[in-house]
């Protein structure tokens, strides 16, 4: 976006830019926030799963192990997918299918 194009628009273009920038950074933030939350709920939920489903720690090591190893072989599937097609596309994708799936 350059200044050139900025300083050419008129006043009610530039509130409708800012109102659709704050629109932006709001959904990128919520998203960002419910990603980390969905993220963390598993380590979260540890002691609880202890105490009322009397689960080992070799039972939630083991679950732990098998959610980290998918969640990093997520991570190289997706910078790959990333490196294929537009990265935008991609994590707007990735965080849409997050918030579909711990709906």
Avoid: P
């Amino acid at each position: 976006f350059s200044l050139s194009l900025w300083k050419s628009m008129a006043s009610s273009e530039k509130r409708k830019f800012r109102i659709e920038q704050c629109i932006v950074f709001a959904l990128t933030f919520i998203s960002y926030a419910s990603f980390h939350a969905c993220r963390q709920s598993f380590a979260n939920a540890k002691k609880s799963m202890q105490e009322n489903w009397e689960y080992t720690k070799h039972e939630e090591g083991a679950m732990d192990a098998i959610f980290l190893f998918s969640y990093a072989f997520g991570l190289y599937a997706s910078g790959y997918i990333g490196d294929l097609f537009d990265a935008s596309k991609v994590h707007s994708f990735g965080l849409f299918m997050t918030g579909i799936i711990f709906m």
